[in-house]
T-cell receptor
Framework: QQQVKQSPQSLIVQKGGISIINCAYE??????FPWYQQFPGKGPALLIA?????SEKKEGRFTISFNKSAKQFSLHIMDSQPGDSATYFC????????FGKGTRLHILP | NAGVTQTPKFQVLKTGQSMTLQCAQD?????MSWYRQDPGMGLRLIHY???????DQGEVPNGYNVSRSTTEDFPLRLLSAAPSQTSVYFC????????????FGEGSWLTVV
């Protein structure tokens, strides 16, 4: 059973547009929700993260929105740039970290 | 400060062979884990450890063994490799059981023929 469901699998956005990736979870014991960014041939790297007592967190062009009652959270990338083209993973943590299946984002120049 | 170091980077195995993927971290992290990454499947947790001498199974543990004799090292063993174990393997670590930022190694590309 998939503990963290991520959508869409792939996403194409025009430069300057908003990229939105969504995740949903079932386990209410999860207490930390990070997003990771991965470039080809590299390991994932932490992008931004949120705790369930906060509804939104913003760092530069990246924003996480968190809906505890719906058990959903999303990543918004404002003013998307070609350098943002990568695979993005949402994740959730209790005593271990479980990842979603990833979203391949391509920003058109 | 090397971070998380994985070896080898690339490996080709024959079905039935055994091998060990090495992982070492120099950040004194208590939590270490192994993931495999396959197309369309994301990152799936194989095994993890919350400290020296303690290991536990993740989502896809079958066919893999781990041990944690020191804080720094967390090797992943394939006892009898199968083509289904062809994948990219990532080792990761974080500080403490409640550690948040997880640091990944560069990955090990394994092909089983």
């Amino acid at each position: 059973q998939q503990q963290v469901k991520q959508s869409p699998q792939s996403l194409i956005v025009q430069k300057g547009g908003i990229s939105i990736i969504n995740c949903a979870y079932e386990n209410t014991a999860f207490d930390y929700f990070p997003w990771y960014q991965q470039f080809p041939g590299k390991g994932p790297a932490l992008l931004i993260a949120i705790r369930p007592d906060v509804s939104e967190k913003k760092e530069g062009r990246f924003t996480i929105s968190f809906n505890k009652s719906a058990k959903q959270f999303s990543l918004h990338i404002m003013d998307s740039q070609p350098g943002d083209s990568a695979t993005y993973f949402c994740a959730a943590k209790d005593d271990k970290i479980i990842f979603g299946k990833g979203t391949r984002l391509h920003i058109l120049p | 400060n090397a971070g998380v170091t994985q070896t080898p980077k690339f490996q080709v195995l024959k079905t039935g062979q055994s091998m060990t993927l090495q992982c070492a971290q120099d950040m004194n992290h208590e939590y270490m884990s192994w993931y495999r990454q396959d197309p369309g499947m994301g990152l799936r947790l194989i095994h993890y450890s919350v400290g020296a001498g303690i290991t536990d199974q993740g989502e896809v543990p079958n066919g893999y063994n781990v041990s944690r004799s020191t804080t720094e090292d967390f090797p992943l063993r394939l006892l009898s490799a199968a083509p289904s174990q062809t994948s990219v393997y990532f080792c990761a670590s974080s500080y403490g059981r409640l550690g948040n930022t997880i640091y990944f190694g560069e990955g090990s590309w394994l092909t089983v023929v």
